[in-house]
């Protein structure tokens, strides 16, 4: 299975040298264990552009979808056997980057 781990972060600016240091252990070990599929950070939300298609021609907004004091500031998206050990993934994966994250399987093909 696999799932998507949404690192949360409240703060402006991105992780510390420390922070980007337990990260990347954190990510060494994923791969040597077989549960690495993707990770990366993200820029701030004052970067991000919005784009509706729905209408007759798209319209693009710039700045975040929602106004909110916490944003995804990066992501992990892993393999594992299920969701308590995916659970296990991402309570170290908090740890490592010091930051609240979310975890969500991906839907079934």
Do not use: Y
Request: aromatic fraction near 8%; charge should be negative; include cysteine.
């Amino acid at each position: 299975m696999q799932f998507l781990v949404s690192v949360i972060d409240d703060k402006t600016g991105s992780a510390t040298p420390d922070e980007m240091t337990a990260i990347r252990a954190f990510n060494e070990r994923l791969v040597a264990e077989g549960h690495w599929v993707f990770a990366g950070g993200l820029d701030s939300p004052g970067t991000a552009t919005v784009i509706d298609n729905r209408g007759d021609e798209a319209m693009f907004t710039d700045g975040p979808f929602v106004e909110s004091k916490e944003h995804l500031a990066g992501f992990w998206i892993i393999e594992a056997p299920d969701l308590d050990a995916a659970l296990q993934l991402a309570a170290e994966g908090s740890k490592h980057c010091r930051r609240k994250v979310e975890v969500r399987p991906f839907l079934a093909e």
